[in-house]
């Protein structure tokens, strides 16, 4: 009987020991600067997100007809507005114009937002499946109450032949 009241003061001991301690774990200055950047970064994120939004487009063929779809991603900044395209579905060898627009798909026309020398066009290469891309910046903000497009133009001499449109939506992700 003493031998287990013994074990029971000696495990109670170990246990209240172990739940007492006055000793902290200390963060080191080095991670506690890094803990603090990655919050400052976090905050800047969702202030730099309310302020430039994000966007996203998936440009079709109009009527829903055979031709090249397109995914685009647009991030504003204060110095202007960049823009990520991909190209499905392209004939190979060709050259794809592609320009944001003020309006809306089916527009007579619509305005070209910055310069349209900023857009270099999306080339085709043979073999590779009619994919393409191409990634533009230019020195427009995107006024987060307008209306705007993504146009894909069937070639630097058929401007006006459309051959995917898509309407830019605002985005929460953050990443391209």
């Given amino acids: 009987m003493i031998r287990r009241t013994a074990l029971a003061a000696i495990a109670a001991g170990i246990v209240f020991g172990a739940c007492s301690t006055t000793e902290e774990v200390e963060t080191t200055p080095s991670m506690r600067e890094a803990e603090e950047e990655m919050a400052a970064a976090g905050e800047a994120g969702i202030v730099l997100q309310d302020t430039f939004p994000a966007w996203r487009a998936a440009a ?104 995917a449109c898509g309407e830019l939506v605002q985005s929460s992700a953050t990443e391209y």
């Fill in 60 to 163: 079709e063929p109009p009527g829903g007809g055979p031709g090249p779809n397109a995914e685009a991603i647009v991030r504003g900044g204060a110095e202007g507005t960049h823009v990520l395209i991909d190209l499905d579905g392209g004939e190979a060898g060709a050259i794809y114009p592609w320009h944001i627009h003020s309006g809306e798909c089916g527009d007579a026309q619509p305005p070209i937002v910055g310069s349209a020398a900023a857009y270099p066009p999306i080339h085709v290469a043979a073999g590779d499946g009619g994919e393409g891309d191409a990634e533009a910046s230019i020195e427009v903000t995107l006024d987060a109450g307008g209306d705007y497009i993504i146009n894909v133009h069937l070639s630097p001499t058929q401007l006006d032949s459309i051959v």
